[in-house]
């Protein structure tokens, strides 16, 4: 069975700062990508970072020089650093996991809100 456990969402001002943790347990597989995603109101989920167990990330273009990802592999944790915080990026943020071949996890959701 696998758990994600998410932390780190809250309330900020614009041009502020937060930083997500999602830490992992069970079977998560030798070779996976974590990552995050959001979910506005009225909008579709969309990505914001991802990162192989070999450290290669990826970003959405609407974060990139503002978000930065990154991974604890003993820990099975994976950071998502938010600055520069902007009220267009409030949203609940799902963290992932998709195993290599093998199946993809969500976590339950931690809500971020950036006021102007």
């Known amino acids: 069975q696998v758990q994600l456990v998410e932390s780190g969402g809250g309330f900020v001002q614009a041009g502020g700062s937060l930083r997500l943790s999602c830490a992992a347990s069970?079977?998560?597989?030798?070779?996976?990508?974590m990552g995050w995603y959001r979910q506005a109101p009225g909008k579709q989920r969309e990505l914001v970072a991802t990162?192989?167990?070999?450290?290669?990330?990826n970003y959405a273009d609407s974060v990139k020089g503002r978000f930065s990802i990154s991974r604890d592999n003993p820990k099975n944790t994976v950071y998502l650093q938010m600055s520069s915080l902007k009220p267009e990026d409030t949203a609940v943020y799902y963290c992932?996991?998709?195993?290599?071949?093998?199946?993809?996890?969500w976590g339950q959701g931690t809500r971020v809100t950036v006021s102007s």
């Open positions: 069970g079977s998560i597989g030798s070779i996976n990508t």
């Open positions: 990162i192989a167990n070999f450290n290669s990330a």
């Open positions: 992932g996991l998709w195993i290599y071949g093998g199946s993809n996890y």
